[in-house]
Structures are given as C-alpha cells and as structure tokens.
C-alpha cells in the first residue's frame, strides 16, 4: 500500500476529507533525516492497513499547504483526525514513537 502523494490541490480531499485518521508526513527531497523515516512510515502503513492513511507532502511543492500548517522544519509528522491536526512531532522518530502518535488518534 504504501505512503500516497499529496499536494495543495488534494490536501482537503485527502487528508481533512479523510474517515481515519491521516498521518502527514511533511518532507523534502533534499532532507536526510526524511530519507530515514520514509521506509519506517512504509512499514507503519503496510502493518497499520485500513486504520490510518499515511501521505506525504513535498514542502518545496507545495507551499500553501506547508504555510497553512506553519511547517518549519522536515520532516514534521503531524496526524489528523476529523479535518484537524491533532499532534505532531519534528525530526526522524523511531518507528515506536511513530506508531504511538498514530495510535493516540485511533
């Protein structure tokens, strides 16, 4: 399944649309610490299946959505839950932390 691609123009459709909870990875091509989570956040979404939605949004492409949600550092992981951020952390994470944000939104 995997981690799908979301811009300004499907934000509101994909993510505070959405009937589960999303986690938002907020990320750059030219991010390291982004390359190390990108595989962890794979993993969370093939074991996690139908209850959470896991997307990603490039910042350098698309700046509203990275403005309206005041991203200031990548990667940002922010969930949401019912159209509203719920909580979110900075930096490369560890899958356990990861999989305990997404949880606290289930």
Known sequence: MGAKVVTDDTFVSDVLQSDKPVLVDFWAEWCQPCRKVSPVLEEIANEMGDRVRIVKVNIDENPETTRAYRVMSVPTLTIFKGGQPVQSV?????????????ESAL
């Open 90 to 102: 900075a930096g490369a994470k560890p899958k356990g932390d990861l999989v305990r944000l997404i």
